[in-house]
């Protein structure tokens, strides 16, 4: 049976230990692309060479066109600029938009079936200009970024708890922004809720420290932005839809009247498999919980609007 072949767009931090980590754990064969010459071949080679010591037959290739690309199953978008301290991922928006335009017109030609898997921030809006770029259903563009953020929320209670991550199951929705919404009700460990176990004051600063996680990382590096949890969260999806495995995982999804909200990109939890995102999984949420999702959600919309009407791709 054919390996699956998937792309990853930007050999850059994130999209270079996304490469090795779908690559070592046998998801499929991997193409890396960056418009840097050299580098992406460079990494490619490299991450192969890995293959004989660390025991894996997936064939990693670099470019710097989309010829190697075409025909691919799944595309992994991480091209862009990465935020610097001080920055918010906003403050992104213009250059990375032109950025993500510009590599989606390309994808839609050359792998028209493929499921697009959006990193670039600021994440839920360029989700939309993948949307709308390569013309794509909603089923094959979604957006990393739940992941992510109920990863550090699992971690941040792991570590207050001294308990395994693996014990700790965390929902965050909405926004990958400041406005993001973690759910302390629904977030449990070994199957008890959180309110349960902690104190208000230790779930309020744990929920704080995971809408600023991003942040926490930018300040410690200088120089760029967070990638080895990114690229676990990436790593998730692909394995979640090269095995049909259905896991319902928070990403940013294209709502269509899901929770009262339409035509707008947020984190919401839902099903990944063969065919994409096969479904919102709609948890009841209380009133002040679905303001603060609705709050987020229009967050969004307002940068959306600052979208231009043709990205002249
Ligand atoms: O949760 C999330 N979604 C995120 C998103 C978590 C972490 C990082 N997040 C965002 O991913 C971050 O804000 C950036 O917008 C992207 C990529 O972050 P990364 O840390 O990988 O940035 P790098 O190391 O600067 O790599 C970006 C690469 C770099 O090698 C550029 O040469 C390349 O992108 N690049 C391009 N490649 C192909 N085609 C084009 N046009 C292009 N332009 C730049």
């Not at 406005?179 to 460990?189: K, N």
């Not at 095995?243 to 999804?253: E, N, Q």
Request: hydrophobic letters at 45%; charged letters at 20%.
């Amino acid at each position: 049976m054919k390996k699956p072949k998937i792309t990853v767009i930007g050999a850059g931090n994130v999209g270079s230990t996304t490469a090795m980590r779908l690559a070592e754990s046998g998801l499929g064969d991997v193409v890396l692309v960056d418009v840097v010459e050299g580098m992406p071949q460079g990494k490619a080679l490299d991450l192969y060479q890995a293959a004989p010591v660390v025991h894996h037959d997936s064939i990693l290739v670099g470019t710097n066109d989309y010829g190697p690309t075409e025909g691919s199953d799944i595309v992994v978008m991480t091209a862009g600029l990465a935020r610097k301290p001080g920055m918010s991922r906003d403050d992104l928006q213009d250059a990375n938009a032109k950025i993500v335009a510009e590599c989606m017109s390309r994808v839609a030609k050359t792998s028209r079936d493929a499921i697009v898997i959006m990193v670039t921030n600021p994440l839920d809006v360029m989700c939309e200009v993948a949307r709308r770029v390569t013309g794509f259903p909603r089923e094959r563009v979604i957006g990393m970024a739940g992941i992510l953020d109920t990863a550090r929320m699992r971690a941040f209670i792991a570590m207050e708890m001294g308990v395994s991550t693996e014990s700790v199951f965390a929902i965050v929705l909405g926004g990958h922004g400041d406005s993001m919404v973690p759910l302390p009700r629904y977030t449990t460990v070994s199957g008890v809720p959180l309110p349960e176990l902690l104190p208000k004051e230790k779930i309020d600063a744990i929920v704080q420290r995971t809408a600023q996680g991003g942040g926490e990382i930018v300040k410690l590096l200088k120089t760029g932005s967070a990638y080895y949890a990114p690229a676990a969260g990436v790593w998730e999806m692909v394995d979640s839809i090269v095995r049909d495995r259905k896991k319902i995982l928070p990403c940013s999804v294209y709502l269509q009247g899901e929770f009262g909200l339409k035509d707008v990109w947020v984190g919401v939890p839902c099903k990944l498999g063969a065919s994409g995102m096969e479904g919102v999984f709609e948890l009841k949420l209380t009133q002040e919980e679905l303001a603060l999702l609705h709050k987020s959600a229009a967050d969004v919309k307002n940068q959306m609007n600052k979208l231009p009407a043709d990205f002249g791709v």
